[in-house]
């Protein structure tokens, strides 16, 4: 026996390492480093992070099956979907046991990394299992019944164009994009959708049209309506492999006067625009 497994089963604990592979139709194949003696039932424990304040309410469990030695393996089935936000992942080595945060070991994200999908798929699925800042494995699931997925985006002087594809819905006459200000005085602005058929279409934001007196920085959330009438679809950026897009993808700064403008996405990786004092130098 190696010293590694000694330790696991009479001296210290060794801590649960979880491997994750991302397969066709958003299967997870988890295996979990866990030295356990083969009678041992240990389980998989999926729980949905609450908001700030609020207790653990939803939960996901699987039975861990005996893999190769000191290895545990289980499936999470596409179906059913996981509600979305972000899953921590923990091992429970029998009923009533303290639950142990996994370590995050390699992921398989390679099904994820072409995105695109299916554009008559809906309800629109996804689940990115990522390394948390503080080490702990962890699954960003998304699931919207409509979806408006952002591809390229091209920040050139005063404006942005982005180029999007529509799910669980098609545009008609009437579509629009419109981009939503945050807070209380929730003012909308609108720019024209140009379609390429009925669902891939693309839209330039002027900046200055973003542009408001008051000294605070802005916020505009970008939507599309797909048809007159029809309810708004956020746009965002879902279909890859990156579980947290804010600090990856970074756009070019646009100055007007004495502000800055620039597209960025979301801690949910949905697109919005910042409209923010410059600061002095």
Do not use: C
Not at 104 to 110: K, Q, V
Not at 168 to 196: H, I, K, W
């Amino acid at each position: 026996m190696s010293g590694r497994e000694g330790e696991g089963m009479n001296g210290p604990a060794e801590k649960p390492l979880g491997e994750v592979s991302v397969q066709e139709g958003g299967r997870l194949l988890v295996r979990v480093r866990l030295p356990l003696p083969a009678t041992a039932r240990p389980r998989l424990l999926l729980r949905l992070r609450p908001k700030k304040g609020k207790p653990e309410v939803t939960g996901r469990s699987l039975d861990l099956e005996p893999a190769e030695q000191g290895w545990w393996r289980a499936v999470l089935e596409a179906d059913p979907a996981l509600e979305e936000g972000r899953w921590d992942a923990y091992v429970v080595g029998a009923p009533g046991a303290d639950r142990a945060p996994l370590l995050p070991g390699p992921r398989d994200l390679r099904t994820l990394v072409s995105g695109g999908g299916d554009v008559s798929a809906a309800p629109v699925t996804v689940r990115v299992p990522y390394a948390t800042k503080d080490g702990r494995l962890a699954v960003r699931a998304w699931r919207r019944a409509t979806h408006a997925e952002a591809g390229r985006i091209v920040v050139a002087g005063d404006s942005m164009t982005v180029a999007a594809r529509l799910f669980g819905a098609r545009l008609g006459d009437g579509a629009a994009v419109a981009l939503s200000r945050r807070g209380r005085d929730a003012a909308v602005r609108q720019a024209d959708v140009r379609a390429e058929g009925d669902q891939d279409f693309s839209f330039t934001v002027g900046y200055k049209d973003l542009l408001v007196d008051g000294g605070g920085p802005v916020v505009w959330d970008v939507f599309v309506r797909p048809a007159a009438g029809a309810a708004r679809i956020r746009v965002a950026r879902l279909l890859d492999d990156i579980a947290d897009r804010k600090t990856v993808f970074v756009y070019p700064v646009a100055t007007l006067g004495e502000v800055s403008v620039r597209p960025y996405y979301t801690l949910d990786n949905d697109l919005s625009v910042e409209v923010a004092p410059l600061r002095p130098r």
